[in-house]
């Protein structure tokens, strides 16, 4: 079911567990803006930037409203030990069967030094409060991304 989600299209739904020992659903953040990003692997480099600049700033995105949800394919265990050992503050879900990393397109080919292989296209999904989503940012530079994404919340 690999998608291809553009902005003005209906999210696809999705229920995976999270590290707060939650299932997070699309319908679970009904009412309010959701912040859905998809990072490769808990504790790289880039990801622990871009988990920690969203913690950074989720003051300012609940004063919007906003929630946020980040989803790669580790296991709830490795996410929860990720948070804790970077004091994160937002929510992380675990995708380890990747059939939301496909439906939303982020399940992608890859290749580095010639070798191909299968891995998670570091994306951005802002969804509105009635599901619709409004603005989707595709090969991500981690550096001032989160700014980026609070600024576009602020606009909704």
Not at 40 to 65: I, M
Not at 112 to 121: A, I, L, N, Q
Not at 131 to 149: P, S, T
Request: aromatic share 8%; proline share 3%; charged share 25%.
């Amino acid at each position: 079911m690999t998608g291809t989600v553009a902005e003005g299209s209906k999210a696809p739904g999705f229920s995976i567990p999270t590290d707060e020992g939650t299932n997070a659903t699309l319908e679970s953040y009904g009412g309010a803006p959701l912040v859905l990003y998809f990072y490769p692997k808990d504790d790289t480099s880039g990801c622990t930037r871009e988990a920690l600049d969203f913690s950074a700033l989720s003051d300012a995105f609940a004063d919007t409203g906003a929630a946020i949800l980040g989803v790669s394919p580790d296991s709830v265990e490795k996410h929860a030990k990720f948070r804790k050992k970077h004091d994160l503050s937002v929510a992380l879900g675990a995708d380890e069967s990747k059939q939301v990393l496909e439906a939303y397109g982020v399940w992608v080919e890859k290749s580095m030094y010639g070798r191909k292989y299968m891995g998670v296209e570091r994306s951005t999904f802002l969804i509105d409060a009635n599901g619709v989503i409004r603005k989707v940012w595709r090969k991500v530079k981690v550096a001032g991304h989160a700014e980026e994404v609070l600024q576009a919340v602020q606009a909704l």
